[in-house]
């Protein structure tokens, strides 16, 4: 096997435009975790719902400089499913969580296996991981939670369907947010008010990556998951490929994207846990 025959590109056809999966979960230290640990555990997630066929992102996640509350809120709100991450009792988490539930819209909930359950989260089924993320563990869980979403996804679709609320009974009613409209003059101001803050964003992460400041480390979890996924995708693996491949993923991953540090020492660890784990007990 060499370069030459291997494929990289995979094009998705085009359709319309996925509904969006909001993410509920720690992004900085807490309880031990490091922030790369949640960034791991981020791609975790976003993997296993692009697998079920939805696009996420943080519902913290704004694309403008605003209100950043009001912009939480309403993608707490309008998002298809919420992911909440419960792990080490974060309470920014907690609070969203219980906003969303009060919405009672289709709402999944995930925690480690070294956080303990919360009393008043506990009518909802959590889906559980293992906090030192081990490998062949959170392969596991990852296709668990992609199943997951999908029949939360056809549940929400049926009459009479409750996250929460109807666990405490048919007299609460969830909370609804009004909605107003704007007049075409208003609207207009509204998207060139966007359109002006996303070129500013932009031109300020194009100069701190001119300066070098926007390379990103890369966690092992993730480099191994992205190693996984690009040896999975080819057709056939023979052990005597092993040399060439190993260069092949190295200098790929690096190729594709710019702002990832991948050091060499770093993948070819990675790369040897990927291959002795999962590559060769299928040959």
Avoid at 46 to 52: F, L, N, Q, V, Y
Avoid at 57 to 71: M, N, Q
Avoid at 243 to 256: E, G, H, M, P, Q
Avoid at 276 to 283: C, E, G, H
Wanted: glycine share 4%.
């Amino acid at each position: 096997m060499n370069d030459d025959t291997i494929e990289d590109t995979i094009e998705e056809p085009a359709g319309k435009s996925r509904e969006m999966c909001g993410l509920i979960m720690p992004i900085s230290e807490i309880d031990g975790c490091s922030k790369k640990h949640w960034l791991d555990v981020k791609t975790i997630l976003t993997e296993a719902i692009e697998d079920a066929d939805l696009d996420s992102r943080l519902v913290s996640d704004s694309e403008y400089s605003g209100i950043i509350h009001k912009e939480i809120v309403q993608n707490i709100y309008t998002d298809k499913l919420v992911v909440c991450d419960v792990s080490a009792s974060n309470p920014n988490v907690m609070f969203e969580l219980g906003m969303r539930l009060a919405f009672d819209k289709p709402t999944i909930v995930i925690k480690d296996d070294v956080t303990k359950f919360n009393f008043d989260t506990s009518p909802i089924k959590h889906l559980q991981y293992r906090r030192d993320l081990r490998y062949m563990d959170m392969v596991q869980f990852k296709s668990d939670l992609s199943d997951l979403i999908k029949g939360t996804i056809e549940e929400s679709s049926k009459s009479g369907y409750s996250t929460y609320l109807k666990t405490m009974g048919d007299f609460i009613e969830p909370v609804k947010i009004e909605t107003k409209e704007l007049s075409h003059d208003d609207y207009i101001i509204q998207e060139l008010k966007i359109l002006s803050d996303k070129v500013d964003r932009i031109s300020k992460e194009s100069n701190e990556s001119i300066r070098g400041e926007s390379n990103i480390g890369v966690p092992d979890g993730m480099l191994k998951r992205m190693i996984h996924k690009k040896l999975f995708a080819m057709d056939q693996i023979n052990p005597e490929d092993y040399d060439s491949l190993k260069l092949y993923t190295f200098r790929n991953l690096r190729a594709s994207d710019k702002t990832l540090s991948i050091g060499y020492d770093q993948h070819e660890t990675c790369f040897n846990v990927v291959w002795n784990n999962v590559i060769r007990p299928k040959d």
